[in-house]
């Protein structure tokens, strides 16, 4: 038998006379809900840039090849934006980090006169004083201390009275690289407060782990040190430098392997005091950061590639964090929806007669 009247108004009909039985009014309707603006999402954010160190490392008059190092990674858009350095390494390495450039550290190596760091004076300490040496780079770092300096920097020394590693990064820059460079025997050993300081070569050659502290994220190495190649050294300087270089080997040889690339100048032949070939020492150190170019081109390329793959990943977890945060103010904003309504919507929304709270 078939109904003459349609069941969608009766229903409603019915709904209406049990709403108006009850004992509490109809509430009236839930104001409405502002809805979340569409947003687009956030592009992936890029991989901090590759922050390179260069550790330079001690070897008296071989140092000038510090310089061609710098040369060519200037050159090739690797230009170190944090130096480390001992000996040597710390008086090319205060200047570098001063704001030169390479070819200004150039022309001044060029026009160094030796008489200009060189301070004679005889001592139970040492031949040189060392004077000299710290009054001409705090000249030409225009007297900022360590900390003030364009870039940053730090020089390694040795403690004398207990052989402990010092990493000076503030105070007066002159007498840090001075006391990083205090050759025993040679030069005087440096008073900074209540202690010695000598040569960092001793226990830090090549200071990869003080670039490594100072933020470096790709370290280039740059080792000048004297080997021993069966060879007696034929004068004081000499023997005295290989004798550091043998007793800093085993700690040089620890902290290297700890460096991202290691450039080896060919300046074995160049004496300690020979000032007389710091040309041919600045050619043989463009000429070995040449031949490593393509190592450190490479290092860098999978450090990029391994921080922007950490970047996706990461702007891909924030994504799906988003997202589960949408969809649970949705359901939260749905269940408020149903909970406001008013008694004939409820009995309504029973029968399925009310869309008013939909579902997200």
Same mark, same amino acid.
């Given at each position: 038998m078939r109904l003459a009247f349609p069941l969608r108004p009766l229903v409603l009909s019915s709904l209406l006379g049990l709403a108006a039985c009850g004992s509490n009014p109809p509430a009236p309707p839930p104001a409405a809900q502002a809805q979340p603006a569409i947003t687009t999402p956030a592009p992936t954010p890029a991989a901090p840039p590759v922050k390179v160190g260069v550790a330079l490392g001690g070897g008296a008059a071989k140092g000038f090849a510090h310089i061609g190092v710098l040369k060519m990674l200037e050159a090739n858009g690797?230009?170190?934006?944090?130096?480390?350095?001992?000996?040597?390494? +710390?008086?090319?390495?205060?200047?570098?980090?001063?704001?030169?450039?390479?070819?200004?550290?150039?022309?001044?190596?060029?026009?160094?006169?030796?008489?200009?760091?060189?301070?004679?004076?005889? +001592?139970?300490?040492?031949?040189?004083?060392?004077?000299?040496?710290?009054?001409?780079?705090?000249?030409?770092?225009?007297?900022?201390?360590?900390?003030?300096?364009?870039?940053?920097?730090?020089a390694v020394a040795t403690r004398l009275e207990d052989g402990e590693r010092t990493v000076f990064a503030r105070g007066n820059t002159g007498q840090a690289v001075r006391a990083s460079s205090s050759v025993p025997g040679v030069f005087q050993p440096v008073v900074i407060g209540k202690h010695h300081?000598?040569?960092?070569?001793?226990? +830090?050659?090549?200071?990869?782990?003080?670039?490594?502290?100072?933020?470096?994220?790709?370290?280039?190495?740059?080792?000048? +040190?004297?080997?021993?190649?069966?060879?007696?050294?034929?004068?004081?300087?000499?023997?005295?430098?290989?004798?550091?270089?043998?007793?800093?080997?085993?700690?040089?040889?620890?902290?290297?392997?700890?460096?991202?690339?290691v450039i080896r100048p060919q300046v074995l032949d160049i004496g300690p005091a020979d000032f007389s070939q710091r040309a041919q020492a600045i050619v043989e150190g463009e000429k070995a950061a040449l031949a490593a170019m393509p190592q450190i081109r490479a290092?860098?390329?999978?450090?990029?590639?391994?921080?922007?793959?950490a970047a996706r990943q990461a702007a891909q977890q924030a994504r799906q964090q988003a997202a589960l945060a949408r969809q649970q103010e949705a359901q939260e904003r749905h269940q408020a929806c149903l909970d406001n309504r008013s008694r004939l919507q409820k009995l309504a929304g029973m029968a399925g007669l009310d869309d008013s709270c939909a579902a997200p």
């Open positions: 690797f230009a170190p934006a944090v130096v480390a350095g001992t000996s040597a390494g +710390s008086v090319v390495g205060a200047l570098y980090a001063s704001g030169m450039n390479a070819f200004e550290l150039q022309e001044k190596a060029v026009a160094l006169d030796e008489a200009k760091i060189r301070d004679l004076q005889l +001592s139970s300490g040492g031949l040189v004083q060392g004077q000299k040496l710290e009054d001409y780079v705090n000249a030409q770092v225009r007297r900022k201390p360590l900390e003030q300096l364009p870039k940053p920097f730090v300081f000598v040569d960092g070569g001793i226990v +830090s050659p090549v200071p990869v782990d003080a670039a490594r502290q100072l933020g470096a994220d790709v370290v280039i190495a740059v080792d000048i +040190s004297n080997k021993a190649r069966g060879q007696t050294p034929g004068h004081l300087l000499g023997a005295l430098g290989q004798s550091i270089a043998i007793m800093g080997q085993k700690l040089g040889q620890a902290e290297l392997a700890r460096a991202d690339v290092r860098i390329a999978q450090l990029q590639a391994e921080r922007a793959q």
